[in-house]
């Protein structure tokens, strides 16, 4: 007497399902693949609520004020054209985009002298690109708020908007800038090579996207503004 066996459940289909997407994808990179879409939310949310609430403020003309009058707003003030070095603020990130991306490929290709002086250019195009974001700081606040009209909410919010946005960025790359020395002293001492280039692909990874976030938050305010 032979014994029955279940039949074996139907196997589903090859369609990629019992595949790992991460698979192959080394521990470090994933991590900071998904910092990076946690910043991109974060940098996404900040920009497009602030776009939001400047559009619906802007086209707001009346209030009602605590006696329950409907006040009519004068026309909001235009905001002051934003400063020029944030031309020149763009062009460094960019070029120090490109120079974190020599050391990287130099890393790949173990030329020494290209990993040391891509990492020293980024490093110091960092600082100087923090320099001018400053100096655009103090310039928009003194432009901004020396016409501003303190009862018109919505400039007031348009003209904070370049402060929040800018300084956001700013922290990052502050934040940035701290891995970016440690790469820059292990490139002086030689530490990477075609088999030892882990950390300086991320910093790059991080520093490609600071750039990207920028281009993209400095396009909005131009036209914001």
């Not at 006696?67 to 460094?92: K, N, Q």
């Not at 100087?128 to 009209?149: E, I, K, N």
């Amino acid at each position: 007497m032979t014994e029955s066996r279940p039949n074996p459940a139907p196997s589903l289909p090859d369609a990629g399902l019992d595949r790992d997407p991460f698979r192959g994808m080394k521990t470090g990179t994933l991590g900071m693949t998904i910092f990076l879409i946690s910043l991109a939310a974060l940098f996404g949310a900040t920009m497009i609520g602030w776009l939001i609430m400047a559009i619906v403020l802007r086209n707001r003309t009346t209030f009602i004020d605590d006696a329950g009058h409907e006040v009519v707003l004068p026309p909001m003030p235009d905001l002051p054209g934003l400063p020029w070095l944030l031309w020149v603020s763009t062009l460094v990130i960019l070029v120090s985009s490109g120079t974190i991306q020599w050391a990287k490929n130099s890393a790949r290709r173990d030329h020494q002298p290209g990993v040391r002086w891509g990492a020293n250019l980024t490093l110091m195009l960092g600082f100087v690109f923090l320099a001018l974001q400053t100096v655009c700081w103090f310039q928009w606040v003194d432009r901004a708020w020396g016409a501003m009209d303190a009862s018109h909410d919505a400039y007031r919010f348009a003209a904070t908007g370049f402060l929040v946005l800018s300084g956001l960025h700013a922290a990052h790359v502050v934040g940035g800038l701290v891995p970016l020395i440690i790469v820059a002293v292990r490139a002086r001492a030689g530490r990477y090579g075609p088999a030892n280039h882990a950390g300086l692909d991320h910093v790059a990874l991080y520093w490609h996207f600071l750039d990207v976030i920028w281009v993209i938050m400095f396009l909005g305010l131009v036209v914001a503004g």
